[in-house]
T-cell receptor, first 114, second 109 residues
Framework: EPEVTQTPSHQVTQMGQEVILRCVPI?????FYWYRQILGQKVEFLVS????????KSEIFDDQFSVERPDGSNFTLKIRSTKLEDSAMYFC????????????FGQGTRLTVV | GQQVMQIPQYQHVQEGEDFTTYCNSS?????IQWYKQRPGGHPVFLIQ?????EVKKQKRLTFQFGEAKKNSSLHITATQTTDVGTYFC?????????FGSGTKLNVKP
């Protein structure tokens, strides 16, 4: 069964450092998303991406964040200067169509900022 | 902005008891999706409801979409320990889907 893969599974970084979280969406999917989940809390929308550009972003997705699809398969989330409050589980998701289609989530990257 | 509220936040049941979680949106939804997240895991898609008043069943799980397409419920009959996890509804709105706050279900054997 096709799946969304995320690497690394766990990243520990020092405050102020840049991190790049990587995702490989399912190959025939066109819509990509990043969500984050602070421990014990709800899953929060960060950004959606389609046709090589951001479709929508939340208030959380400020200038410290950026996304990129550098090639035909990877979808990355970069945090330029990490803060302690960026510590969370980051999930990548993809789906084939914009609406009425199932979203597939990756296993997540646990980011710990120390 | 659009908000999706979910209640209750937590539910502890004895194995064999029923469980229901409710989801309410501040705006009309084009569709609603339900996800289950096991402890330490990632959200896994359960089902999607599209039509007003739609009811769908998956074994012991019954999903309902309200007539106004602003609320939804998930009912589990005769819970089992394998049902443990957090159940999220997600309202679909073009460029993103909004997750509810989730209901964490604990089932005591």
């Amino acid at each position: 069964e096709p799946e969304v893969t995320q690497t690394p599974s766990h990243q520990v970084t020092q405050m102020g450092q840049e991190v790049i979280l990587r995702c490989v969406p399912i190959s025939n999917h066109l819509y990509f998303y990043w969500y984050r989940q602070i421990l014990g809390q709800k899953v929060e929308f960060l950004v959606s991406f389609y046709n090589n550009e951001i479709s929508e972003k939340s208030e959380i997705f400020d200038d410290q964040f950026s996304v990129e699809r550098p090639d035909g398969s990877n979808f990355t989330l970069k945090i330029r200067s990490t803060k302690l409050e960026d510590s969370a589980m980051y999930f990548c998701a993809s789906r084939q169509g914009q609406q009425n289609t199932e979203a597939f989530f990756g296993q997540g990257t646990r980011l710990t900022v120390v | 902005g659009q908000q999706v509220m979910q209640i209750p936040q937590y539910q502890h049941v004895q194995e064999g008891e029923d469980f229901t979680t409710y989801c309410n949106s501040s705006t009309t939804l084009s569709n609603i999706q339900w996800y289950k997240q096991r402890p330490g895991g990632h959200p896994v898609f359960l089902i999607q409801l599209v039509k007003s008043g739609e009811v769908k069943k998956q074994k012991r799980l019954t999903f309902q979409f309200g007539e106004a397409k602003k609320n939804s419920s998930l009912h589990i009959t005769a819970t089992q320990t394998t049902d443990v996890g957090t159940y999220f509804c997600a309202g679909d709105n073009f460029n993103k889907f909004y997750f509810g706050s989730g209901t964490k279900l604990n089932v005591k054997p």
